[in-house]
């Protein structure tokens, strides 16, 4: 069964559209996983509104929409998802950040639609819509024997890392997330061992990250560190830095592929057909 990935949505923090942005992008996180006919979604930036135009041209009837956190450039993308304002369309949303809490992921992604902050409501969405909360940790169980795995990453207000896995393929999400210079994250080691895909936060570089303490994010360079640690196949450097123009995101991607030459920086529009190399679309 054909494993895809496709980046919509690679900047971090706020979109940023601008002559300077053109070649890596300006759309903030939004992935796209297909797995068969499985469609699988992970967070709602800016990028799903093209993903949302793109899964209608192509006719898919349903998805699972998988949110590391609710920051708001991990959301602010939701309220333009064509799909979800079609009453045919099926819709499973899970986030595992906010189990227990008042509302949970149905009432952020609500509060964010309500006025005077957004004319449109989410009951606008006729769609068929389902909202899971889970504990970050877990192991959730797709259809078509498509198995989740979870770890709990450290940033602000909390996040959720993911592996995906299915027929012997693995998929790693790892965004937002800080590590301690000098000690990895055991989590995070855990949940990527041995995968043949690492999408890592790499918001910064080594050098920029001192004076990032507290802000909840990482480099490439421990990217790396990880990535090899746990003898993982590729990574994809994601969730860029806003002031990191496509100049200096050459340099990352040149630099990272000196140090390691399986780590590339990801780009709107890349895909991936799991097991060849990654191209631009």
Known sequence: MAYKVKFWGVRGSIACP?????????????????????????????GIRMLGQDLTRRGVASATLLLTH????????????????????????????????????RGVLAAQMENPTFPVPLTAMQGVMSYQDFNAGETLTLTDGIVVRTAPLRHPNNATGYRIEHDGVSVCYVTDTEHTPGQPDDNILRLIQGADLVIYDSTYTDEEFPAKIGWGHSTWQEGVRLCRAAGVKRLAIFHHDPNHADSFMETVEADARSAWDGAFAARDGMELQMGSAPQNA
């Not at 601008?18 to 499985?38: L, R």
Request: charge should be negative; charged fraction near 10%; include cysteine.
């Open 70 to 105: 609710t920051h708001w450039d991990h959301i602010n993308g939701f309220p333009f998802f064509g799909p979800a304002f079609n009453p045919v369309f099926q819709l499973r949303l899970m986030a595992g950040h906010l189990a227990g809490k008042p509302g949970g992921i």
């Open 18 to 46: 601008s002559p300077d942005y053109m070649v890596f992008g300006g759309n903030t996180s939004c992935i796209e996983i297909a797995i068969g006919d499985q469609v699988i979604i992970l967070d709602a930036g800016t």
